[in-house]
């Protein structure tokens, strides 16, 4: 089962059913409880980073177990935006602090949200990228954007005025700045790579 946690700040249906086309078997998840067991996990994310977190707090704890754990989980924008210490959106306002690094916001003169379709750059090939290639385009809808102390844990970027994290992976944690399952063919080809992680 493939465990999607609805903390009330997600679009949950677009994730479900991107993920039930690629036979993932999901199942949108409201009690913290419920993460026991499950071959895997989606958090994902809309609005501000402070209000993802006021309402994700009562899954922090399952959620660590479950990673501790070696669950595949898989972070999607404001998911992606939470597993850092702390975020310029919302000021002493704490992340999961499961990537050490800030949330910034993008730069003056460019375009923001930064909202439509654009390219990614691959830094290193893991699992969650098989089949995907510089230069295919994803879909991103945001403001702000991770910068990980630790570069080697950047997967992917993508060129918004300057080179933002498009994806990070670290261990059992693969997570994207953009909107796989709004992504069309190349979102669900990285959603099938999630769910072949679970079958390994």
């Known amino acids: 089962m493939i ?14 059913n991107a ?6 078997g999901p199942r949108i998840v409201r009690d913290p409880e419920a993460l026991s067991g499950a ?4 958090v994902p ?3 501000a980073f402070g209000s993802c977190m006021d309402q994700l707090r009562r899954f922090e704890a399952s959620l660590r177990q479950a990673l501790d754990e070696g669950v595949p989980m898989l972070g999607i924008c404001v998911g992606m935006q939470v597993l850092f210490e702390e975020s310029e959106e919302s000021p002493g306002v704490k992340g999961l602090g499961w990537i050490a690094g800030n949330v910034v916001r993008l730069p003056e003169g460019v375009m923001i949200p930064q909202m439509g379709w654009n390219s990614l750059t691959i830094k290193r090939h893991v699992e969650m990228l098989d089949g ?3 230069g295919d385009m994803f879909y ?3 403001s702000y954007y991770g910068q990980p102390i630790d570069q080697s844990v950047i997967a992917a970027t993508t060129e918004h005025g300057i080179e933002v994290t498009a994806a990070v992976a670290k261990d059992n944690l693969f997570a994207t700045q953009f909107h796989p399952e709004k992504s069309g063919a190349k979102g669900l080809k990285i959603l099938e790579n999630f769910v072949r992680s679970t079958r390994c």
């Open 3 to 16: 465990a999607i946690v609805d903390y009330g700040m997600g679009n949950l249906f677009s994730i479900y």
């Open 132 to 134: 995907i290639s510089d």
């Open 39 to 42: 071959d895997a996990i989606v």
């Open 140 to 142: 991103f809808v945001h």
């Open 19 to 24: 993920l039930d086309r690629v036979g993932a």
């Open 45 to 47: 994310g809309v609005g």
